[in-house]
Protein backbone atom coordinates (compact mmCIF):
# COMPACT_ATOMS: atom_id res chain seq x y z
CA UNK A 1 0.00 0.00 0.00
CA UNK A 2 1.10 3.42 -1.01
CA UNK A 3 1.15 5.12 2.48
CA UNK A 4 2.74 7.27 5.02
CA UNK A 5 3.97 4.89 8.17
CA UNK A 6 5.01 5.93 11.68
CA UNK A 7 6.22 3.58 14.33
CA UNK A 8 5.37 2.91 17.17
CA UNK A 9 1.37 4.12 17.48
CA UNK A 10 1.54 4.37 21.26
CA UNK A 11 4.57 5.38 23.00
CA UNK A 12 4.08 5.28 26.96
CA UNK A 13 7.72 5.96 28.89
CA UNK A 14 8.52 7.79 32.16
CA UNK A 15 10.06 11.61 32.37
CA UNK A 16 13.94 11.87 31.37
CA UNK A 17 13.65 9.11 29.30
CA UNK A 18 15.08 9.62 25.40
CA UNK A 19 12.43 8.09 22.65
CA UNK A 20 12.60 8.38 18.77
CA UNK A 21 9.79 7.76 16.24
CA UNK A 22 10.32 6.74 13.04
CA UNK A 23 8.58 7.75 9.57
CA UNK A 24 8.32 6.43 5.96
CA UNK A 25 6.51 7.29 3.49
CA UNK A 26 6.72 5.44 -0.61
CA UNK A 27 4.76 7.79 -2.19
CA UNK A 28 7.91 9.78 -3.45
CA UNK A 29 7.36 12.83 -2.34
CA UNK A 30 11.08 15.29 -1.49
CA UNK A 31 9.45 16.88 1.30
CA UNK A 32 8.42 15.43 4.66
CA UNK A 33 7.13 17.13 8.17
CA UNK A 34 6.42 16.59 11.56
CA UNK A 35 3.48 17.95 13.52
CA UNK A 36 2.39 18.39 16.86
CA UNK A 37 -1.36 17.57 18.00
CA UNK A 38 -2.37 18.85 21.18
CA UNK A 39 -4.91 17.58 23.58
CA UNK A 40 -7.35 20.63 22.59
CA UNK A 41 -6.37 19.51 18.86
CA UNK A 42 -4.05 22.01 17.96
CA UNK A 43 -2.14 20.62 14.89
CA UNK A 44 1.40 22.80 15.11
CA UNK A 45 3.88 22.48 12.42
CA UNK A 46 7.33 21.06 14.23
CA UNK A 47 10.24 20.51 11.27
CA UNK A 48 9.93 20.42 7.41
CA UNK A 49 12.43 18.54 5.40
CA UNK A 50 13.22 18.65 1.66
CA UNK A 51 15.30 16.41 0.12
CA UNK A 52 16.82 15.11 3.26
CA UNK A 53 17.57 18.95 4.45
CA UNK A 54 15.94 20.97 7.18
CA UNK A 55 13.44 23.84 5.51
CA UNK A 56 11.53 24.72 8.32
CA UNK A 57 12.58 24.89 12.20
CA UNK A 58 9.51 26.37 14.46
CA UNK A 59 10.04 27.18 17.80
CA UNK A 60 10.77 24.02 19.15
CA UNK A 61 12.74 22.90 22.21
CA UNK A 62 16.23 21.35 20.86
CA UNK A 63 15.06 18.53 23.06
CA UNK A 64 13.65 17.85 19.42
CA UNK A 65 16.18 16.65 16.59
CA UNK A 66 14.49 15.40 13.22
CA UNK A 67 17.14 12.90 11.09
CA UNK A 68 16.64 12.21 7.66
CA UNK A 69 18.81 9.81 6.40
CA UNK A 70 17.00 9.77 2.67
CA UNK A 71 14.03 11.49 1.63
CA UNK A 72 11.48 8.70 2.11
CA UNK A 73 12.74 8.57 6.21
CA UNK A 74 12.00 11.45 8.47
CA UNK A 75 12.38 10.31 12.31
CA UNK A 76 12.53 12.05 15.43
CA UNK A 77 14.46 11.79 18.25
CA UNK A 78 13.44 13.51 21.54
CA UNK A 79 15.44 13.29 24.65
CA UNK A 80 15.33 14.73 28.16
CA UNK A 81 11.12 14.16 27.92
CA UNK A 82 8.98 16.33 29.50
CA UNK A 83 5.30 15.93 30.79
CA UNK A 84 4.53 18.72 28.14
CA UNK A 85 5.93 16.71 25.27
CA UNK A 86 2.73 14.34 25.82
CA UNK A 87 0.93 15.23 22.46
CA UNK A 88 -0.12 12.85 19.29
CA UNK A 89 2.48 13.12 16.47
CA UNK A 90 1.73 13.17 12.86
CA UNK A 91 4.01 12.88 10.09
CA UNK A 92 3.52 14.00 6.73
CA UNK A 93 4.59 14.17 3.36
CA UNK A 94 4.16 16.12 0.20
CA UNK A 95 5.38 16.84 -3.31
CA UNK A 96 8.26 19.52 -3.37
CA UNK A 97 5.94 21.38 -6.24
CA UNK A 98 2.44 22.87 -5.43
CA UNK A 99 -0.58 22.04 -4.65
CA UNK A 100 1.79 20.36 -1.35
CA UNK A 101 -1.32 18.49 -0.63
CA UNK A 102 -0.40 16.72 2.59
CA UNK A 103 -0.57 12.99 3.61
CA UNK A 104 -0.13 12.17 7.00
CA UNK A 105 0.86 9.37 8.82
CA UNK A 106 -1.98 7.76 11.57
CA UNK A 107 0.02 9.73 14.16
CA UNK A 108 2.16 8.57 17.42
CA UNK A 109 0.22 8.71 20.80
CA UNK A 110 3.25 10.08 22.93
CA UNK A 111 2.37 9.53 26.96
CA UNK A 112 4.82 10.96 28.95
CA UNK A 113 4.49 10.15 33.26
CA UNK B 1 -0.07 34.05 14.97
CA UNK B 2 -0.28 32.08 11.03
CA UNK B 3 -2.60 29.81 12.09
CA UNK B 4 -6.03 29.08 10.68
CA UNK B 5 -9.04 29.31 13.14
CA UNK B 6 -11.61 27.59 12.49
CA UNK B 7 -15.46 28.34 13.56
CA UNK B 8 -17.53 27.34 15.10
CA UNK B 9 -15.74 24.90 17.53
CA UNK B 10 -18.14 22.22 17.84
CA UNK B 11 -21.05 21.38 15.25
CA UNK B 12 -23.67 19.17 15.57
CA UNK B 13 -26.38 18.25 12.89
CA UNK B 14 -29.25 16.01 11.75
CA UNK B 15 -28.42 13.32 8.85
CA UNK B 16 -29.03 15.07 5.74
CA UNK B 17 -28.22 18.63 6.87
CA UNK B 18 -25.57 21.04 5.50
CA UNK B 19 -22.88 21.61 7.54
CA UNK B 20 -21.15 24.95 7.51
CA UNK B 21 -17.79 25.76 8.72
CA UNK B 22 -15.85 28.64 8.84
CA UNK B 23 -12.16 29.59 8.60
CA UNK B 24 -9.88 32.74 9.27
CA UNK B 25 -6.64 33.75 8.99
CA UNK B 26 -4.46 36.61 9.65
CA UNK B 27 -1.84 36.98 6.79
CA UNK B 28 -1.54 36.64 3.22
CA UNK B 29 -1.92 33.36 1.48
CA UNK B 30 -1.01 31.13 -1.68
CA UNK B 31 -3.44 28.43 -1.05
CA UNK B 32 -5.46 27.39 1.87
CA UNK B 33 -6.69 23.91 2.05
CA UNK B 34 -9.05 21.66 3.90
CA UNK B 35 -8.62 18.45 5.71
CA UNK B 36 -10.59 15.96 7.51
CA UNK B 37 -9.35 14.07 10.86
CA UNK B 38 -11.44 11.13 11.66
CA UNK B 39 -11.19 10.06 15.63
CA UNK B 40 -7.88 8.48 16.02
CA UNK B 41 -6.80 8.50 12.35
CA UNK B 42 -4.10 11.16 10.72
CA UNK B 43 -5.71 14.12 8.29
CA UNK B 44 -7.12 13.20 4.82
CA UNK B 45 -7.19 16.17 2.26
CA UNK B 46 -10.34 17.14 1.03
CA UNK B 47 -9.79 20.05 -1.39
CA UNK B 48 -7.27 22.67 -2.01
CA UNK B 49 -8.32 26.20 -2.85
CA UNK B 50 -6.11 28.99 -4.52
CA UNK B 51 -5.70 32.43 -3.44
CA UNK B 52 -6.86 33.43 -7.05
CA UNK B 53 -9.86 31.36 -7.08
CA UNK B 54 -13.21 31.96 -4.82
CA UNK B 55 -15.28 28.78 -5.12
CA UNK B 56 -14.34 25.51 -5.51
CA UNK B 57 -16.77 22.05 -5.23
CA UNK B 58 -15.36 18.49 -4.82
CA UNK B 59 -18.82 15.76 -4.67
CA UNK B 60 -20.66 17.15 -1.26
CA UNK B 61 -17.83 19.71 -0.61
CA UNK B 62 -18.06 23.06 -1.03
CA UNK B 63 -14.61 25.69 -0.44
CA UNK B 64 -15.21 29.47 -1.05
CA UNK B 65 -12.27 32.18 -0.21
CA UNK B 66 -12.60 35.64 0.18
CA UNK B 67 -9.27 37.00 0.35
CA UNK B 68 -10.21 40.13 1.19
CA UNK B 69 -11.63 39.35 4.28
CA UNK B 70 -8.98 36.64 5.14
CA UNK B 71 -12.10 34.14 5.18
CA UNK B 72 -13.01 30.59 3.88
CA UNK B 73 -15.72 28.30 4.39
CA UNK B 74 -16.52 24.73 3.77
CA UNK B 75 -19.97 23.41 3.18
CA UNK B 76 -21.37 19.79 3.13
CA UNK B 77 -24.15 19.21 1.41
CA UNK B 78 -26.86 16.17 2.65
CA UNK B 79 -24.20 15.00 5.42
CA UNK B 80 -23.96 11.55 6.03
CA UNK B 81 -22.96 10.17 10.09
CA UNK B 82 -19.09 9.24 7.90
CA UNK B 83 -18.97 12.40 7.63
CA UNK B 84 -18.33 13.08 11.37
CA UNK B 85 -14.88 13.65 12.10
CA UNK B 86 -13.03 17.07 12.77
CA UNK B 87 -12.80 19.70 9.70
CA UNK B 88 -8.85 21.93 9.96
CA UNK B 89 -8.09 24.04 7.33
CA UNK B 90 -4.26 24.88 6.75
CA UNK B 91 -3.23 28.43 5.28
CA UNK B 92 0.40 28.36 3.73
CA UNK B 93 0.73 32.02 5.04
CA UNK B 94 2.17 33.45 1.51
CA UNK B 95 5.59 31.10 2.00
CA UNK B 96 3.57 28.20 -1.05
CA UNK B 97 4.56 25.05 1.19
CA UNK B 98 4.25 25.70 4.87
CA UNK B 99 1.16 25.32 6.45
CA UNK B 100 -0.53 26.11 9.19
CA UNK B 101 -3.03 24.76 11.12
CA UNK B 102 -5.83 25.25 13.92
CA UNK B 103 -8.05 23.52 16.16
CA UNK B 104 -10.63 22.34 14.01
CA UNK B 105 -14.24 22.23 13.93
CA UNK B 106 -15.66 19.03 15.62
CA UNK B 107 -18.82 17.87 13.01
CA UNK B 108 -21.20 15.63 14.67
CA UNK B 109 -23.65 13.97 11.90
CA UNK B 110 -26.43 12.16 13.78
CA UNK B 111 -28.13 9.27 11.81
Known amino acids: DTAVSQTPKYLVTQMGNDKSIKCEQNLGHDTMYWYKQDSKKFLKIMFSYNNKELIINETVPNRFSPKSPDKAHLNLHINSLELGDSAVYFC????????????FGPGTRLTVT | SQQGEEDPQALSIQEGENATMNCSYKTSINNLQWYRQNSGRGLVHLIL?????REKHSGRLRVTLDTSKKSSSLLITASRAADTASYFCATDAGTGNQFYFGTGTSLTVIP
Open chain 2, 49 to 53: IRSNE
Open chain 1, 92 to 103: ASSPSTTPYEQY
